[in-house]
T-cell receptor, first 112, second 116 residues
């Protein structure tokens, strides 16, 4: 069955430090992958997406993600975290018929 | 922001009563989805629609039904609400033009439902 795993439930980083959020997927065909961010009390906003081509994709707010087929991973990175990046982050995979399967989410806390 | 309106935004209801949540879009997108969000579970798909009167079940569809009689409206009904259905419910839409997976999903602001 298709699934998405985000191994880290909660991550704390210092402001200005680098960030990497992990995402592993299980899907037999070529995956369509997404990262979303959710601020408290808000809906989800798309950060970036991967469909094909270059395995390093750039998104909004200075985020990037790298698709690694051999590791079934799509990790999200940011070189320098800002206090406003504190939020919950979700990785998702789109499967046949357009359904989106989400991971459990990673909550990011930023220390001043 | 994509034109998605969920109503109501907050609701408290009693166990055993039916509840209907509404999602209205102004984008003329083909695909519409209902998810529930619970701590530790992320977002789980309840039902989705790929056109008027065309719907299918997601992974947590028990106790829920949906209807889509118009492109712009997707209704989620809890037939007899239970405390386990206390959650935040999100509606999402996607274009689906050509390749249904080659588009992102846009989310509404959510409906917080409490069943007491």
């Amino acid at each position: 069955a298709q699934s998405v795993t985000q191994p880290d439930i909660h991550i704390t980083v210092s402001e200005g430090a680098s960030l990497e959020l992990r995402c592993n997927y299980s899907y037999g065909a070529t995956p369509y992958l997404f990262w979303y961010v959710q601020s408290p009390g808000q809906g989800l906003q798309l950060l970036l997406k991967y469909f094909s081509g270059d395995t390093l994709v750039q998104g909004i707010k200075g985020f990037e993600a790298e698709f690694k087929r051999s590791q079934s991973s799509f990790n999200l990175r940011k070189p320098s975290v800002h206090w406003s990046d504190a939020a919950e982050y979700f990785c998702a995979v789109a499967i046949v018929t357009g359904k989106l399967i989400f991971g459990q989410g990673t909550t990011l806390q930023v220390k001043p | 922001d994509a034109g998605i309106t969920q109503s109501p935004r907050h609701k408290v209801t009693e166990t055993g009563t039916p509840v209907t949540l509404r999602c209205h879009q102004t984008e003329n997108h083909r695909y519409m989805y209902w998810y529930r969000q619970d701590p530790g579970h992320g977002l789980r798909l309840i039902h989705y629609s790929y056109g008027v009167k065309d719907t299918d079940k997601g992974e947590v569809s028990d106790g829920y039904s949906v209807s889509r009689s118009k492109t712009e409206d997707f209704l989620l009904t809890l037939e007899s609400a239970t405390s386990s259905q206390t959650s935040v419910y999100f509606c999402a839409i996607s274009d689906g033009t050509g390749d249904p997976m080659n588009t992102e999903a846009f989310f509404g602001q959510g409906t917080r439902l409490t069943v007491v």
